[in-house]
């Protein structure tokens, strides 16, 4: 046997250090993931050389014995002939690596090899699929025209050939960003913008393309595939939302959506937590914090609570055939106000099991909330300010102290909990044909408890209780209010792939169906208690004013086909099907008491006491149901004519679900159907560069909106708008220095902006007259903006990362300002403030990671609003400061 020893000249990879996990193209190589074996070949740094490779030519020993190398002895004749040669080959070997020119096309070949994507990574180190057997439908989830069919993921990892606009952003992004509660995590996906209501992100706040977000009520929010808006079909308000810290990755998918609904007229966000099919690890992290409250005298707008934390820990183990997954989550933070504190504990676990041809995994999560908080914010007085007033107050004094406006609000308290379940079980009948199967519910009790007109029950307390009479309930000054809400979700789907199946001609396609069955109900009392008394969580007795009970029976069913017209060309057309039915019981209604005016002279049950009055009560019992019907068709494309490179887009007819709680909303309700269009362009084809683009267009009828719209007894309601138009693009890019640089450092740009027109196409606002309510002005609304839309939304970011495990980078983020009601009420308009413009804003965040060489730990620090700059964020029940400047750090250690 001879030996020979070659070495090959490395080439530097182009784009070592790009961070697709926040890009929309799924081709572009991420930074600490896994390469294919070709692009193996190279060092991520580029310029060192690889090892020597031995090419060994056999003769007649296997390979494994290299001591028949050195026993050639019973060959003597020929061993002058070997020594008098020998020398030279072993010269050339040696020398081969200066001079051989062959080798560097072959190692040239990892440099435009096929790059490995975030998402294709978060499948390896998070896999939905668990079985032996499982290679097909994961080879499919991981690049697809089509979302995987196992019901947890809702695109696919390799969004290159995806027919519509998505990201997905991974862990080694998310470790990158820091992101301080989970809706941070949106700031750098296009096409979506955020309205934070509470400084942890848990009560929803996501807008999408021309979407409200306003409690994410319009956006399909799942996780693990499992919706969690709170009552899809009753009220889809998001008031759950899982801690940053035990996500993998976060997808988003915008534009056309046939597999996943209701709620899919602007997109679908789908967090994803650990699997237990996953690599052994265990994790502990923590942080520390402070939030800066501006405004206020005398300690006001200080916070009393003291410093932020979080903490967190999760374990994720494997035994032969069965994985676990053990997780807990805990945060303590200042929220906006001063008088805000906002604490969660979030316990998870997951346990799968995986066989030769099926898997099985259950998960379950306990999310216990206790907050000081409310949604009464800084309002004026109609009949006492002058329009603007309330706004100098913000500017010139309040800020941030709400315990100026509203000192008793420190003993109003929001509590949750909830418990969540889901089962999933694939079956793979072989390489090409998949069934999935889930069973899952959850029961989320949100009681909350506020004190009434901004008085303090603590100073009053003259034995007073509130009273009916007739359709009007009296309030003393000092008492609360509680607002009990449980939302109940209880549902099962079956879903099933066909993949590879002939059409015509030899053209392919993989089919795609599922049908689900799922029943809510969801049980809305308020109560009044005593003047003085301090509800607390547990409280029910007191004056009820408000009892609905609603349930909802839906069945749902969706087919779509992926057809493989070229390996180019995919379309993929589906249609969806909806039918459910909604009864509801009203035992008591009357308007929501952020409407309730002060009493007028003459009509004060209780003499000198201050006192305001609810309008509209009724004690009549009321049963109503109704059932519809809907067919949503849709169509889409990937086209792939040059390498790493898509062009998609498609149609498709969507449904949002609007809000029945209050027993004044138009019931049945406006029928919100849209017609959505969007076109796209995502590419990595250039070396170092990452973009996608996409324009879209969205006419939506019955589009519901909770603004200035009143019924004839003056109540403040959710209604609709007859048509809404949303003309707009979004754009993402990112460029990586190093692909032309080289070395360990890489200079990174990103940037996303999204343009959304959104315009009341036609639509009335009705507004009785306070002296004549019989009276009604209709006043047209057509050319108006959308409620809670901004126009231009942009997010840039500049950073440098190093390949010895360091990071640093900053962001700025723009908002346009936008209105708060249809009828487009302008700056300083509205004397009470709950309606006008939000101004807009810049705000500037950075952030830093540095890993403590190979020893599994890192520490980081990062900031958000570091000018503390003052802003409105929102005018729901007045105006909603901004959250101040932020800074936190912590630190990370993986074993």
Sequence with gaps: MKRLKLGYMSLAVSCSMCHPAWSQSATAPAQNQAAPPAAQAAPAGGGAALPDVEVIQKKDSPPPQPAAATKPKPKPKPAPQATAPSPKPKTVAKKAPAPAPEPEP???????????????????????????????????????????????????????????????????????AQPRQIQDVFNRVPGVHVINDDGLGRHGGVGMRGSPPRRSRKIMTMEDGQSINMSTWIDPSVHYQPPVDRIESVEVVRGTSIVHGPNNNHGVVNYVNLSPFGPTESEISASIGTTLHRGGSEGQGDSPYGISNTR????????????????????????????????????????????VDQDLTFSVVYFRQRDNYDEANLTGEEDEDAPGDVEKRFYNGVGHAKSIFNPGSRFNTYNADMVKMQATHNYYLDSDTTLTSKLYGFRHQRDRYQNVDGADPSQEDDGLNPLIDDDEIFLPEGIMLGRLRTYRQAGAEMRAEFANRPLIGGVTQDIQAGIRYEYNDFTNRNFFGRQGEILEYGDERGLTAFNTVTDANAFSAFMQTSINLTDDLKLVPGVRLEHYKISRNITASTREEGEAEDCEAGENPFGDEECVVLEGFSDDRISESFDKTHVLPGVAFSYSPFARSAFYGGYHRGLTMGVLREANTRFPPGDELGDNFQIGLRSTALRGVTFDIAGFHHNIQDFQVKGSATDASGNNVYTTIDKVHVNGFEVYGRVDGQAYTGGPLNLFFEGNYTLSDSKIKSGSLFEADEDNPADIERINLAGNEVPEVPTHVAHLTVGVQHQAGWDVSMSYTYRSDFFTDEGNVPFGGDPEGEDGVVPEVWLLSARANLKLGDTGSSIFIAGDNLTDKLYISDREDGIKAGQGRTVWGGFKHKF
Excluded: C, M
């Design 312 to 355: 967190h820990f999760h374990t994720r183990q494997n035994a032969g055939n069965v994985g676990a997954v053990l997780s807990y989550s805990g945060a303590e933070a200042d929220g906006v106000w001063d008088l805000e504190r906002l604490r969660y504990n979030d316990f998870y676990g997951a346990l799968g099991w995986k066989g």
């Design 106 to 176: 072959v190692a040239a070949a990892p440099v435009e090899a096929e790059p490995v994507t975030p998402g294709a990574a978060a499948y390896a180190n998070n896999p939905a699929y668990g079985a032996a057997n499982s290679g097909g439908a994961a080879a499919r989830a991981t690049d697809s025209a089509q979302a995987p069919i196992n019901g947890r993921n809702i695109a696919p990892a390799n969004l290159e050939n995806f027919s519509s606009a998505a990201t997905v952003v991974d862990d080694k992004a998310l470790d990158e």
